[in-house]
């Protein structure tokens, strides 16, 4: 089985934190290497306290399971012989509020537009059929109820 992993790291810095006015920028950094600037939304967290700039975790959930059936919807393409040339997805996520009152990602829109070789396209028909396939194998989208554990460590400066 595979194993990914993403490290998330945050560090104080100058901050007071007690006073609950502490910066929320942090980084991602992928088993690839690949380092991304995160912070909480500020939709959810106001602005000094967020970075807008930065990739929030609702956004980049939204933007994992767009990646997911896109890839999913290549291969599916691909191995039928129709020659994609162009596939452009602007997802939306939509937050709202669970029968308890907590705030979730409720729904996740998949929008996406494809453009194909008019000798090597896809009918109506097959265009839904190819993307019902992608979704049914995407991996993010069978994972929605992913059970999630915690394995805490603590350390304590100066002790």
């Excluded at 992928?30 to 970075?51: I, K």
């Excluded at 939306?92 to 998949?110: K, P």
């Excluded at 929008?111 to 993307?131: G, I, K, M, N, W």
Aim: hydrophobic share 45%.
């Amino acid at each position: 089985m595979a194993k990914h992993t993403a490290t998330i790291t945050w560090t104080r810095g100058t901050d007071d934190f007690l006073d609950k006015r502490y910066h929320r920028a942090h980084t991602w950094q992928f088993d690839g290497g690949a380092v991304v600037p995160a912070s909480s939304s500020p939709h959810v967290v106001p602005l000094p306290y967020s970075d807008a700039a930065a990739v929030d975790p609702e956004e980049a959930y939204v933007a994992a399971l767009s990646s997911c059936h896109m890839l999913w919807f290549m291969d599916f393409a691909s191995r039928a012989g129709f020659r994609l040339d162009r596939y452009a997805d602007a997802a939306v996520g939509t937050m709202d509020r669970n029968a308890e009152g907590q705030l979730i990602v409720s729904h996740v829109q998949l929008r996406p537009v494809t453009r194909f070789d008019a000798a090597h396209a896809p009918s109506a028909e097959q265009l839904d059929d190819l993307h019902h396939r992608a979704h049914a194998a995407c991996f993010l989208a069978n994972s929605v109820k992913t059970q999630i554990d915690c394995a805490p460590v603590l350390e304590v400066e100066g002790a």
